[in-house]
């Protein structure tokens, strides 16, 4: 049975453009109370205006636990409560094990897997008070491993695991636990990554049934909001990743692994003289914490709000 959004407390993280934007512009839609939780105070800000009075907005970044607790409560004091966390937050590097910067895998991993433990950690307790909804957003990359996305496939499979394994332990609590599995998005964060790599999105072409497909972020924000009124346990974006998500165990084998490396042999070299003609670890509108004083690595900082690529 469907579960009505209005009047509902929604947190979004990684709410200030892309997915986790067109999902709290539906839940508000749909009557929800919007909390909006990101790096990019002013898109927030902005965001907050247009959806009305009745939302709020808090800087926060996924991989600060005190920041998160901070905005975490602001909202509990502004609603009441929260009836729904939608766990965001996502970045995808550039590069290789080999050439690209270690430090922007690293980020990748703290913010998509770190970030998300973080968050279920510093909302446990107001969902269990309301016996709320949590969504995280893994990835149908959970589900392959593709070269130049080593450090978001595995981050995006601990997601998975890691909500398996929560699921399990909130549900005596009355909270629900989905995740969620969108392919390639329409956000700012996959044509950036495209723009950036020609030889990445060549590749991403040649990928078969969903893998290939772009969805709109539009479509992706929908099921989101229809898990979340069904508090459904999995989503897939598009459904067909649900296949995907069956034969899983064929796409990390043998024959996969002959199939993806002919074409690797090829597509690796140029990507990685890309990366390197780059110089930087993320996208454009990849929304990162200023470096320590001193820190000089390519990872850098780039303008832009973190969202999910899928």
Known sequence: ??????GRVVLVTGAARGIGEHTARLAA?????????????DRLAALATDLGPEHAWFAADVTDQAA???AVAQTVARFGGIDVVVANAGVANRGTIAIGDIEAMVRTVEVNLIGVM???AATAEALIERRGYLLIVSSAAAYAALPGMA????SKAGVEHFGNAIRLELAHRGVAV???????????LVRDAKEDLPAFAE???????PMARTVSVEACAAAFVRAIERRQRRVYVPRMVGAVAAVRSLLVGPLADRAIGRQARTSVPLMEEQVRNLGRGFGRTTALPDPP???DHRAGRAAGGAGDPG
Request: proline content about 8%.
């Open 1 to 6: 049975m469907d579960r009505s959004l209005s």
């Open 29 to 41: 839609r749909r009557g929800a109370r919007v909390s909006l939780v990101g790096l990019e105070p």
């Open 68 to 70: 998160l607790g901070a």
């Open 118 to 120: 973080r968050t279920a």
């Open 151 to 154: 450090a978001y496939c595995a």
């Open 178 to 188: 989905g995740t969620a599995h969108p392919s390639w998005i329409d956000t700012d």
């Open 203 to 209: 590749s991403l072409d040649r990928l078969p049934g």
């Open 293 to 295: 004083p001193g820190t």
